[in-house]
């Protein structure tokens, strides 16, 4: 299911300010690498990401999925001057790319990965209101621990994104009964009924939350 027109996705995307070349290459390694992927987020997506990180003058983030680098990029570009951004991911093939253009934009030294399932390198955070701003876009299934992780460590104001929110608009076919599709269901409704956030839900390429801790 097509969550916008594709030719207005088209439109969307070609009027975002313009990647630069850094991104650009990433775009077309990570494409050779895993061909035909899905994983990567889109330039719009990745604009929106600097964007919110930039107005919540963020100084420590934490991004769970990292892939080969393009969020996690966007991110530390919208970190204030000493920001810190926290990277989980399971793969070293893939962030080993990750690093890499991470050196070339200049953000190695504002970039902490670790290798673990997420919800391991969570639970070892401090349960302080510490995290500025957080974006969810690993394993579908770990979305609803993830977030309960993060709520209580975000700071009061912190943000956490969540991609892929929509999951093509399975969300909204019963048919759809797989694992990933019910813990997004179970995800999308406990942010509605959850009063220690504010929360919208973007149809921008395959679903994005904002919620925003009180
Ligand atoms: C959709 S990709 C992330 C794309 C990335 N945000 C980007 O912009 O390119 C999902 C990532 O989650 C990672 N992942 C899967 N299960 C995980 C887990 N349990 N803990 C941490 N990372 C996990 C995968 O290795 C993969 O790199």
């Known amino acids: ?4 027109n594709p030719a207005l996705d088209d439109y969307l995307l070609a009027h975002a300010s313009p ?20 994983m990567q987020i ?14 919540t003058g963020a100084a420590f983030a934490v991004e769970v999925g990292v892939f080969t680098g393009y969020s996690s990029i966007c991110i530390a570009r919208g970190l204030n001057a ?6 989980c991911d399971v793969s070293e093939e893939w ?24 919800v391991e390198t969570l639970r070892a955070l401090p349960v302080e209101e510490t995290v ?10 770990g979305y609803p621990t993830y977030y309960e992780e993060l709520v209580p460590r975000m700071r009061p104001g912190g943000l956490i994104v969540l991609d892929n929110v929509l999951r093509g608009g399975r969300v909204v076919d019963p048919s759809a009964q797989d694992a990933d599709d019910r813990a997004i269901r179970q995800i999308n409704d406990t942010i509605t009924a959850d009063s220690r956030v504010q929360s919208v839900m973007l149809p921008l390429r395959d ?5 925003r801790k009180r």
Not at 82 to 87: H, K, N, W
């Open 1 to 4: 299911m097509d969550i916008v």
């Open 19 to 38: 990647a630069d070349d850094i991104l650009r290459d990433l775009v077309e390694e990570t494409h050779q690498l895993v061909p035909g992927t899905s």
């Open 42 to 55: 889109t330039h719009d997506e990745g604009e929106l990401l600097t964007m919110l990180v930039r107005l």
């Open 82 to 87: 000493d920001g810190r951004l926290l990277a």
């Open 95 to 118: 962030t080993s790319v990750a690093r890499r253009y991470w050196e070339r934009a200049g953000l190695e030294d504002r970039v902490d990965l670790r290798i673990a399932p997420a």
């Open 132 to 141: 500025d701003f957080a974006f969810i876009d690993a394993d579908k299934s």
């Open 207 to 211: 679903g994005v939350t904002l919620a």
